[in-house]
């Protein structure tokens, strides 16, 4: 059992570790995304060169590598709990856990998702751009292409926009599901609590009552046995 809980230490080390790094990891990642979306609406490129490009797959790689390790510890953390049998705080040790990686796991994913929409969307109206200036050199009979280029160029610009403010929009919406979510289980909580105080507030009036007829009764007797005495005493 000794050894048992000794593996259980050292794995909630190994994940606090992992937890660190992915921390500091996910730090630089987001500012490379925040970086990336300034330049992308100042539409100057980011990730256009080589060295970003490597910059950019390494970090994703590396967040991906720390998730799977961590993600393994967890694993080894529940399969030793089971074995175990530990207390209730073992288990919530490890599901603080596993809720620490589910969020990492969704802030990397979103922070991915956006730079690659952000590339994709870059790539796209740099093609756009480099046909429009093409066809600008061009004769003056591709005028009507160029304009048609123009807007549509336009459009993406107004998707973008109407993307960047769903995603706002969807952001602010989980924020406050989240509140909500801690407002109820404080209510919850609370009335666990006062369902739990009930039983005993029932019982302490109880015992009251119990006790209440019980010094009636005794006062009836003594009362009773006085005047039997009395009645004794005046008789003779």
Not at 57 to 66: D, F, G, K, S, V
Not at 144 to 163: C, F, G, P
Not at 192 to 200: D, I, M, T
Request: aromatic share 6%; proline share 1%.
């Amino acid at each position: 059992m000794r050894k048992m809980t000794n593996q259980w230490e050292d794995l909630r080390k190994q994940a606090r570790r992992l937890e660190n790094e992915l921390d500091l990891k996910l730090v630089s990642f987001s500012k490379l995304g925040t970086s990336y979306s300034s330049h992308a609406s100042d539409h100057t490129p980011l990730l256009g060169n080589s060295s970003s490009e490597r910059m950019f797959e390494t970090m994703a790689m590396e967040i991906e590598q720390l998730l799977a390790k961590l993600t393994g510890v967890n694993d080894m953390m529940a399969n030793h709990s089971e074995a175990i049998n530990g207390p209730s705080s073992a288990m919530h040790t490890l599901q603080r856990h596993r809720d620490i990686l589910q969020d990492y796991t969704h802030e990397f994913a979103k922070t991915k998702s956006n730079i690659v929409a952000h590339r994709e969307r870059e790539d796209l109206i740099g093609s756009v751009r480099r046909d429009i200036d093409a066809y600008k050199s061009g004769s003056g009979a591709n005028s009507r292409r160029t304009d048609l280029y123009l807007k549509e160029n336009e459009h993406l610009r107004n998707s973008d926009r109407l993307a960047s403010e769903a995603i706002d929009i969807a952001m602010a919406t989980k924020e406050n599901l989240g509140t909500q979510r801690k407002i109820f289980k404080n209510m919850t909580t609370r009335l666990n609590n006062l369902a739990n105080r009930f039983p005993a507030l029932n019982s302490l009036v109880r015992r009251i009552k119990m006790r209440k007829q019980r010094d009636s009764l005794i006062m009836a007797s003594v009362v009773s046995i006085c005047i039997i005495l009395i009645l004794i005493y005046w008789l003779h």
